[in-house]
């Protein structure tokens, strides 16, 4: 099986926004051999342990993340878009006019200023 890296491990679990207790709760990881369930998932963030088959399986769901996600070399860089920026004014309203539609005085093509 191809290794998993540990700081994908961490980024999974901070981008789901859980922290290591929380996750470790949600994947039941239980104290064993002297180690919290926190312990222990740090352990494998740290690259000490490595997480288990069904451990990942977990990890994927309770984290929101595909199963393969786990396995790649570096985390993923998403640009997050703006969702409050749009190339015009007319697209942020929820409703368009229709001088927005057919430009000014109903004339397709047409805009305001250029009128």
Known sequence: MAAIQPKILTW???????SLADAARAL??????????????????????DPTRPVLLKMAKAYRRPL????LEEPRRR???????APCPALRSSTLSSTHSYGHQGTPGAHPVDA
Request: proline share 0%; no cysteine.
């Open 12 to 18: 999974a679990r901070e981008t789901a926004g859980l």
């Open 28 to 49: 039941g990881l239980t104290d064993t051999r002297g180690r919290t369930g926190s312990q222990r998932l740090e352990a494998m963030e740290r690259g000490e342990d």
């Open 68 to 71: 393969l996600v786990f396995y």
């Open 79 to 85: 640009k997050i878009a703006d969702r409050t920026s």
